[in-house]
């Protein structure tokens, strides 16, 4: 059975910084695509960044140059970096990833940007 936790998520002031993490079990996060999604009130869910496994990245604009997607194969673990955060940031993120024709989500983390 496939698994996806976030955690780091929280409350954290204009140009803060957090880091997310997205532990995986029943899939080896290594070889697949992995990414963040990010869900605001009253908005659809968009892509934050993606890794593919042979180490190709992609982010949205709005995140380009402070954003760091990672990821720790002997821990089986995805991170998504976060600097110099805007109030725009502020969502539900989720990590998520592709196997056998299932899209499989987390339950998500909040991130909150406020002053």
């Known amino acids: 059975q496939v698994r996806l936790v976030e955690s780091g998520g929280g409350l954290v002031q204009p140009g803060g910084s957090l880091r997310l993490s997205c532990v995986a079990s029943?899939?080896?996060?290594?070889?697949?695509?992995m990414a963040w999604y990010r869900q605001a009130p009253g908005k659809q869910r968009e892509l934050v960044a993606r890794?593919?496994?042979?180490?190709?990245?992609e982010y949205m604009d709005s995140v380009k140059g402070r954003f760091t997607i990672s990821r720790d194969n002997a821990r089986n673990t995805v991170y998504l970096q976060m600097s110099s955060l805007k109030p725009e940031d502020t969502a539900v993120y989720y990590c998520?990833?592709?196997?056998?024709?299932?899209?499989?989500w987390g339950q998500g983390t909040q991130v909150t940007v406020s002053s």
């Open positions: 029943g899939l080896t996060v290594g070889p697949r695509i």
């Open positions: 890794m593919t496994g042979a180490g190709y990245i």
């Open positions: 998520n990833t592709f196997r056998s024709g299932v899209n499989h």
